[in-house]
C-alpha cells in the first residue's frame, strides 16, 4: 500500500486505469491553493490533482490498480515523509496545522466544498471545541509537544499550552482514572488512547468509573468524558495492536459508542461528543487518517455538529441493504460500485453510531430491500453485525426477509503480521461482493 | 472533707472562679446522689474549660523537615462536635449492623466502626468546598460530607429515600464534592488525583482528600496517580487508612513494605495515629496547607482499626483474635479517648454526653424507622439515569417485547 515517492511519481506519468485521468499540468496552478504538503498524504495529493468527484469516496484499495507491486514496503511513517519532501520540490514549504485553518478563511471565494482529511477533521473539531468551551481538555500520550501520535492534535498544544493540552505518562489506568476524576470534577476531558489496544488496561475506569456513574448515583454524578483514539485494525501491526473493541464498549450500557467515517462523520461526531454530557468512546481509524474526503459548506461551521444515535445512508438501493460501520463503508461502497455493473443495487448504511444502535434505520431499509448484510472488522463472534441481525430478527423487519442475514467480518483468529495472512483476516472488497451475491442467491 | 480537699485543689492547679468552686462542690455532692436515681442534671456551659491544648502523638514523616505540630487546640463546641459525629457515624453503623442481621440490608456491608476519628478528624480540616473519594467503606464519609443519616440507611435499605435513590447501595453515594463510595478496589485514587487536577486546573485552592486502604496500597494504579500527581503538583491528599488488615489478609502477609507513608517515594509523607482524632485533625490541616501551597501532593498513613470484619459476611474473627479486638477497644477507642480528654480537663459533664448520646441514639432510631418504611423505588424508575441531558430513549427489557422507558 505504502510505496516510495519516485515510484509514485513513475507511475503518475505511466497513467493508471481509466478512473482518473491524468493531466499534470493544466492542474499545477492548483497546487498554489493546496494545503501545505507537510499534511498531504497521497490520497491528499491525488484529489488535489484531479478535482475528480470519484474520489471523494476513495479509499485506499482502489489505489491497488495502480501498478505499485515493485514497491518496497516503507512504514507508513516514513512514506507520509518522504511524499512530504518530494512533493516540498514543486510546492511552497510547509505551515502548521494552525495556519492552514486560518488560510482556510481565505479562500471562502473558492467553492464551498473543500477536500479534508479525517486527521483535519479531528484535528479542526477538537481545536474549535477547545476554543469554544474552557474546561474542555486533552490529555494522552504524545498529544502535546509530539503533536499526536498520529498527528491528529497537531498544532493545537502550541495553540493552547500545557493547560489544556497535557502529555501524559505510559500509565494507561492511571491517566484514564484522572480523566474520569476530572470529568467528575466539572471539567470536560479528551482523553486519548494512543491506540483503544491500550484501552484494556484502563477499561476499568472506563467501564466501572466512567460509564455506570450516573446510574449508580441516580443522576446525582454526571461524567462527560470523551475517550478517543484508533480502534481496529492497522497495517502490519499483527495481533496485540489490531483489535477491534466495538462490541466491547457497545456492549455496556451507560457508554454511547461512535465509530465515524469520513471526515465529515469525523468532525460532526466529535463535536457531538465533545458536547455530550456522557461518557463517549470515539473509535476511529488508523488508515482512514491520511483519507480526504470533501466536507460541505455546512460542515465546515463551528457548530456544525452530527447528532449521536443516527445512521446515515450513504447509497441508495433497492436489492440489498449492506449495514456497516467505520473503514469498511469504503468498502461498502466499492463493492457497491461493482455490483451495479450487474445490476445490483446496493444500500448502504453508515451506522456512524454504536451504541445507541439506529435500529429504525436499519429496519426502515430492510424492509425496502429484504436483504441483509453487515459488514465489520471486528472478530464474528458476539459482534456487531451479531447485534444487528438479532435486532432484525427481533423486530418488524424479520418479516420482510427473503434470506438469512449474511455477517461479513474479520476472521475469528488473533491478527497475523505477514501482509498476505493479514490481508486474508479482514474483509475485501471480494468477499463483501461475494456475501452480497450469496444473500441475493445469485 | 475530702471534697473540699479536692475542691482546693482544684483552685490551686487551674485558674477557676470562686463561684465554680462553690457549683463544682454543691453539685460534685448531688451527682452522687442524682446519678443513683437516675436524673440528668443540666449545668450552665460557664462551668466548664472553653478550650484546652493537648500533647498529641507525635508524627512520623518521609521526605519532609517538620511534621505537624505536636499539640493541639480543642476548644469545647468542637469536642462536642466531634464526639457527636463520632459517636452518629458509630451507632449508624451498629444499626446498619443490626439491618443487616435481619435481612433488610442486602448485598455488601463494610462497616466503619473503630475508624471514625479518621472521617472525623479530617472533615474538621478542611473546608466543605474541598473535595473527597473514598473507596467502599463509604458510610462514615458520606455522613461526615452532608448526607442525612436517613437517607444512608434508606439507600443501605434499597428504598427510593435514599441518596441515590436506591439504585446505588452501600458503595455507591454520593453528594456534592464528594465522589463516593467505589467498589473496585484503589480506582479511587487516580479519579481522586483527577479531581485534584480540576481543581488546580480552576485555580480555585481547594484540595482533592483520596482515601485508600492498606489492601489497595498495592494496586498499580496507585502508583501511577502518585507520579503524575507529583510531576503535576497537584493538590492531592492520599490517605491510607490501615486498618491492619485487607480483607482477611494481615499487612505482613501482603505488603513487602508496611510503612504505607514512604510508598509515595517521592512524594511526602506522615504516619499519624488515626485513633485520635486530633491528631488527625492536624495532619490533615498540615496536608491541606502543604497541598494549597503549591508544594504538590502529600501521602498520610492513619494507624487505626475497624472493630468488624470486612464486611458483614465476615465474622472478623478468623484472620485476628478477640482478643487484639477486645484490646484496641478498651484502649484506643477514639470515641472513649476524646470523651476522657474532656472529661479530665473538664470541658464538659458526663451528662452531657450521655444526652447527647441519647439524642443520637434516638435520630438514629428514627432514621432506620424511615429506612425500613419507605417503600422501594417504583419500576418506572428502573431504566432511568442512564445518560444526562439525552431526550428519553428505549431500554431494551428480558426479552423483545419488553420495551423500558429511559429518561435522564
Not at chain 2, 334 to 354: G, H, Q, T, Y
Amino acid at each position: 500500500m505504502y510505496c516510495s515517492s519516485w515510484q509514485f511519481w513513475s507511475s503518475l506519468h505511466k497513467g493508471s486505469s481509466g478512473r482518473c485521468p491524468w493531466l499534470l499540468f493544466p492542474f499545477f496552478t492548483l497546487w498554489l491553493f493546496a494545503p501545505p504538503p507537510s499534511q498531504l498524504s497521497r490520497c491528499d495529493w491525488l484529489c488535489v490533482m484531479t478535482r475528480s468527484d470519484r474520489v471523494v469516496n476513495c479509499s485506499c484499495d482502489w489505489l491497488k490498480s495502480l501498478d505499485l507491486s515493485r514497491v518496497t514496503a516503507f512504514s507508513p511513517a516514513e512514506d507520509r515523509f518522504n511524499m512530504a519532501a518530494s512533493l516540498r520540490c514543486f510546492l511552497r514549504t510547509g505551515k502548521n496545522a494552525v495556519s492552514a485553518l486560518q488560510r482556510r478563511e481565505f479562500h471562502r471565494s473558492l467553492p464551498a466544498a473543500v477536500q479534508v482529511t479525517v486527521r483535519d477533521a479531528l484535528n479542526q473539531a477538537m481545536d474549535e471545541e477547545l476554543e469554544r468551551d474552557e474546561r474542555v481538555f486533552l490529555l494522552g500520550e504524545e498529544v502535546a509537544q509530539y503533536d499526536g501520535a498520529y498527528k491528529v492534535s497537531r498544532g493545537l498544544w502550541k495553540k493552547y499550552g500545557d493547560k489544556r493540552i497535557i502529555d501524559t505518562p505510559i500509565t494507561e489506568m492511571g491517566f484514564t482514572g484522572i480523566a474520569v476524576g476530572a470529568a467528575m470534577a466539572g471539567l470536560r476531558p479528551i482523553c486519548e488512547f494512543m491506540t483503544f489496544n491500550f484501552s484494556m488496561q484502563a477499561i476499568d475506569q472506563v467501564i466501572n468509573s466512567a460509564a455506570k456513574t450516573y446510574y449508580m448515583s441516580a443522576g446525582l454524578q454526571s461524567v462527560p468524558i470523551v475517550f478517543r483514539g484508533p480502534n481496529g485494525a492497522s497495517a502490519g501491526v499483527a495481533a496485540q495492536h489490531s483489535q477491534c473493541f466495538a462490541a466491547w464498549y457497545g456492549h455496556c450500557p451507560g457508554l454511547k459508542v461512535v465509530s465515524p467515517w469520513n471526515a465529515e462523520d469525523a468532525k460532526g461526531l466529535l463535536k457531538s461528543a465533545i458536547r455530550d454530557d456522557n461518557p463517549v468512546v470515539f473509535l476511529e481509524n488508523e488508515l482512514m487518517y491520511g483519507v480526504p474526503f470533501e466536507m460541505s459548506e455546512e460542515s465546515q461551521s463551528k457548530d456544525f455538529t452530527i447528532p449521536i444515535g443516527k445512521a446515515k445512508v450513504e447509497r441508495q438501493g433497492t436489492h440489498v441493504t449492506m449495514v456497516t460501520h467505520s473503514r469498511y463503508v469504503s468498502h461498502c461502497l466499492d463493492a457497491a460500485a461493482v455490483l451495479a455493473k450487474e445490476g445490483i443495487e446496493c444500500e448502504v448504511i453508515n451506522l456512524r453510531t454504536i451504541r445507541p444502535l439506529d435500529v429504525d434505520c436499519i429496519e426502515t431499509s430492510v424492509m425496502k430491500t429484504n436483504h441483509l448484510v453487515t459488514v465489520e472488522g471486528g472478530w464474528p463472534q458476539f459482534g456487531v453485525g451479531a447485534e444487528i441481525c438479532a435486532r432484525v430478527m427481533e423486530g418488524p423487519a424479520f418479516n420482510y426477509l427473503d434470506a438469512p442475514a449474511t455477517r461479513v467480518t474479520g476472521v475469528d483468529i488473533p491478527m497475523p503480521y505477514a501482509k498476505i495472512l493479514e490481508d486474508n483476516s479482514l474483509p475485501q472488497i471480494k468477499d463483501i461482493i461475494f456475501s452480497v451475491k450469496k444473500t441475493l442467491n445469485v | 472533707m475530702s471534697a473540699c480537699l479536692l475542691a482546693f485543689a482544684t483552685a490551686v492547679l487551674e485558674p477557676v472562679k470562686l463561684q465554680w468552686l462553690f457549683n463544682d462542690f454543691i453539685l460534685g455532692y448531688f451527682q452522687d446522689v442524682l446519678l443513683g436515681s437516675r436524673v440528668v442534671v443540666s449545668r450552665s456551659f460557664a462551668d466548664f474549660t472553653p478550650q484546652a491544648t493537648f500533647d498529641i502523638k507525635k508524627c512520623d514523616v518521609h521526605r519532609l523537615e517538620e511534621g505537624p505540630p505536636v499539640k493541639a487546640t480543642l476548644t469545647r463546641d468542637q469536642g462536642l462536635q466531634y464526639y457527636r459525629i463520632m459517636q452518629t457515624v458509630r451507632r449508624m453503623e451498629l444499626k446498619a449492623d443490626q439491618l443487616y442481621k435481619q435481612k433488610i440490608i442486602r448485598g455488601f456491608c463494610h462497616l466503619y466502626d473503630g475508624q471514625e476519628a479518621c472521617a472525623a478528624g479530617i472533615e474538621a480540616a478542611i473546608n466543605p468546598s474541598d473535595h473527597l473519594i473514598t473507596a467502599y467503606r463509604a458510610h462514615g464519609y458520606t455522613y461526615t460530607r452532608g448526607v442525612a443519616i436517613k437517607e444512608i440507611l434508606a439507600e443501605l435499605t434499597g428504598r427510593k429515600g435514599g441518596v441515590a435513590k436506591g439504585k446505588g447501595g452501600s458503595m455507591h453515594m454520593y453528594a456534592p464534592h464528594f465522589y463516593g463510595g467505589n467498589g473496585i478496589v484503589g480506582a479511587q485514587v487516580p479519579l481522586g488525583a483527577g479531581i485534584a487536577l480540576a481543581c488546580q486546573y480552576q485555580g480555585n485552592n481547594q484540595v482533592c482528600v483520596t482515601l485508600y486502604g492498606d489492601g489497595a496500597a498495592n494496586q498499580g494504579q496507585l502508583f501511577e496517580a502518585f507520579n503524575m500527581a507529583a510531576l503535576w503538583k497537584l493538590p492531592c491528599i492520599f490517605i491510607c487508612e490501615n486498618n491492619k488488615y485487607g480483607m482477611g489478609t494481615s499487612v505482613e502477609r501482603a505488603s513487602a513494605s508496611t510503612d504505607y507513608y514512604k510508598r509515595g517515594d517521592f512524594i511526602p509523607g506522615l504516619r499519624v495515629d488515626g485513633m485520635d482524632v486530633l491528631c488527625v485533625r492536624e495532619a490533615t490541616q498540615f496536608a491541606a496547607d502543604h497541598c494549597r501551597s503549591g508544594k504538590g501532593p502529600i501521602v498520610m498513613e492513619l494507624q487505626t482499626y475497624r472493630y468488624h470484619g470486612h464486611s458483614m459476611s465476615d465474622p472478623g474473627v478468623s484472620y485476628r483474635t478477640r482478643e487484639e479486638i477486645q484490646e484496641v477497644r478498651s484502649k484506643s477507642d477514639p470515641i472513649s479517648l476524646l470523651k476522657d480528654r474532656m472529661l479530665s480537663n473538664n470541658m464538659a459533664a458526663v451528662e452531657e454526653f450521655k444526652e447527647i448520646d441519647i439524642a443520637i441514639r434516638k435520630e438514629v432510631e428514627e432514621a432506620a424507622q424511615y429506612a425500613t418504611s419507605d417503600p422501594e423505588p417504583p419500576l418506572e424508575e428502573l431504566c432511568n439515569h442512564i445518560f444526562k441531558n439525552d431526550p428519553p430513549l428505549e431500554v431494551r427489557g428480558t426479552h423483545p417485547w419488553a420495551t423500558l422507558k429511559s429518561v435522564s
